[in-house]
Structure formats: structure tokens, C-alpha cells
């Protein structure tokens, strides 16, 4: 805010949280390197950004235009070229936040060789496998559905493991910046991302709604997804209302996955009580599910902690074991009175 300047080591912290319309300016020399053809290398969350060379204006960023006409900023990867003749150079980056209490967090600032696309393309190639594993996972669960429903067998549990899986690749393809491959609207990226990310315990509670026949459990299960689905609405109004950001509204999620974390022991445990023939296997599924959740919220909060995601892995181990619990032989022979 045009306040006295003081030394920073990037990323970072800072003091105090960011109000809207807050300005922070980053001034820096370039060194030499030897890289021949420069890129600037950083992430937008939910801001403004100019970046100036010299004074002079290289690179801004404010928003992406909403079907109402009006910008709306987004969050995404940001790989800028610079000039050739970058070293010595006084480097100023100026973010503007568009929101209150959104991030004290300074991201990496980096020079690179590689442009947007060979960044993403070489840094996210575990990204684009896991999200090839879940899409096509979930088409094939879509595919069953059909080959079931022509068969006149219960098929609405594939349905929505299924819409689980997809909505899973699109939320981790936004999440990583992945789409950034095919288009450039951080606004829309970011909204997608939310989108599908407080959307995903819906199809997981109507899946188990679906393989469970006693009505005490469907009761449990309609009762279990009705906090969710709530949620969903009123993060969705609050949103496009401009009452909250889907980001702000994060906290609240958590403590709602928290819950439904919860509710899925109590669930297994009552599958186990009733004798249900995938209780086994959803038991080591969901517990591998829970874990990998806790583990992910620990590490969002701690930024510090910079490994692999968990929730990725826990999902993967989720389908085996329920895919397992499916096709062991002991069940094979059960088929009929369960509801796949």
C-alpha cells in the first residue's frame, strides 16, 4: 500500500491478511543466467497483476469478463516471456486483491526456459496420468450403468460412481492448473474447480444409497448426503451473489468433509453390523479414503509441507478395494441379491 519497503524472502507469509483493493509491490534486479529465451514463473490467486520491466508495463492480468460483462478474476499458473535483454533489469510485480482475508501467502517467483505449456506438460505429467485413471474410470463405470440398465439390472450405483470419478479428473485438472492446456480463463478454471470439489461427497452418498437395500440404511444415507447437497446450494447463491467467495467458503467445507468422514465410519460400521456383503472390502476402501482426506487438510493449512497429493492415492485405493469387494468370488455368487 505504498508503504515503507521492506526485505522479503520469496514464497512467504506476510504479517497480516490482504484487504480488497490492497496493493503489494515486489521490486527486484534480474541476474544474468543462461537461459537464452527468459519465462517469469508464478501464480495469480485472486488477483490483479502488472508486471513492469524498467517502469515499463510488460504483463496485466485483470479478470477474465463473466456472462454479466464484467471481470472477474481467477487463480492459475502465470508463465510470462520476458525480453532477452532481462538482466540487471529492475523486475516489479504489483498485485491488487479483490477480496478480504483471502491469502497472506507470497508465491514462488521464478525464471524459467519453459513456456506455459511445456511447464505444465513437464511438471504435471503424475497429474495427467491420475486424471486420465480417473476419467477413464469413471466412463467405464458410465458404460457398465448402460450395459446394466439394457440388462434390466440395478444400475444407478455405476451411475454415480461414475459421475464421483469424472468429477474428480475435472476438479484435479483445475486444481493443478491442468487446464490451463486448453484454455486461459482463470476465472472459469477457478470456479470449476470449487464446482466440482463441493460437489464430490453428493455421488459418493448416493453411491452408497444405491448398494445398501434395508431401508434403515437408506434412511441413514438420505439423511447423511442432505448437509452436502445444502451446502452445494448455498455456496452456489453466496458465490454469484458476491456475498462470499467460493475460496472464503473453504473453511466451513472442511469441517463438513470432517463430518462426513465421521458419518462413513458409522456407516461401514453399520454394514458390518447387518452382514453386507461389501462391507470388507468398503471398510479398508473408506478407511483409506479418511486417511488420505486428513492427511490433505493437514497439508493445505501447513503450506509448508511440499509431498505428492494424498487424496489422490486414497481415492485410487478406494476403487481397488471397492472393485475387489465386487468381483471376489464370495460375493460373485451373491450378485443377484445385492444391488449391482
Not at 473453504?250 to 470432517?258: D, E, F, R, T, V
Request: hydrophobic content about 45%; aromatic content about 16%; charged content about 10%.
Amino acid at each position: 500500500n505504498g508503504k515503507s519497503p521492506v526485505s522479503l524472502s520469496i514464497p512467504t507469509h506476510v504479517d497480516c491478511y490482504y484487504h480488497k483493493g490492497d496493493t503489494v509491490d515486489l521490486y527486484t534486479t534480474l541476474p544474468t543466467t543462461s537461459i537464452k529465451q527468459p519465462y517469469l514463473r508464478t501464480k495469480i490467486f485472486l488477483q490483479h497483476v502488472k508486471i513492469f520491466l524498467d517502469n515499463e508495463l510488460l504483463y496485466t492480468y485483470d479478470g477474465n469478463i463473466n456472462t454479466s460483462g464484467n471481470l472477474e478474476v481467477g487463480s492459475g499458473l502465470l508463465v510470462f516471456p520476458l525480453p532477452k535483454d532481462y538482466a540487471y533489469k529492475t523486475l516489479h510485480i504489483q498485485y491488487i486483491h479483490s477480496f478480504d482475508r483471502i491469502t497472506n501467502y507470497i508465491f514462488p517467483i521464478t525464471l524459467t526456459e519453459k513456456n506455459l505449456t511445456e511447464t505444465l506438460l513437464f511438471d504435471s505429467a503424475e497429474t495427467i496420468y491420475l486424471n486420465s485413471w480417473f476419467l477413464l474410470t469413471g466412463i467405464v463405470c458410465l458404460l457398465a450403468s448402460l450395459y446394466l440398465k439394457f440388462q434390466k439390472q440395478p444400475y444407478l450405483s455405476f451411475v454415480f460412481l461414475g459421475i464421483f470419478a469424472i468429477i474428480y479428473s475435472i476438479w484435479l485438472l483445475c486444481n493443478t492448473k491442468c487446464l490451463q492446456l486448453f484454455t486461459q480463463n482463470l476465472a472459469f478454471i477457478h470456479h470449476l474447480e470449487y464446482l466440482c470439489f463441493y460437489a464430490s461427497a453428493i455421488p459418493l452418498w448416493l453411491f452408497f444409497y444405491q448398494i445398501v437395500s434395508k431401508h434403515s440404511l437408506k434412511l441413514y444415507c438420505f439423511i447423511s448426503v442432505l448437509p452436502a447437497i445444502v451446502f452445494y446450494i448455498v455456496a452456489i447463491i453466496l458465490q454469484y451473489m458476491d456475498k462470499a467467495n467460493f475460496f472464503e467458503l473453504l473453511p466451513a467445507y472442511h469441517l463438513l468433509l470432517g463430518g462426513n468422514l465421521l458419518l462413513m465410519i458409522i456407516f461401514i460400521a453399520l454394514l458390518i453390523y447387518k452382514k453386507h456383503p461389501l462391507s470388507q472390502g468398503l471398510l479398508v476402501g473408506i478407511l483409506c479414503l479418511i486417511l488420505s482426506g486428513i492427511l490433505e487438510i493437514v497439508k493445505f493449512y501447513a503450506t509448508n509441507i511440499k509431498v505428492t497429493s494424498f487424496i489422490n492415492y486414497g481415492i485410487i485405493l478406494f476403487f481397488f478395494n471397492l472393485i475387489y469387494a465386487l468381483y471376489r468370488p464370495k460375493n460373485l455368487t451373491k450378485s443377484k441379491t445385492t444391488h449391482f
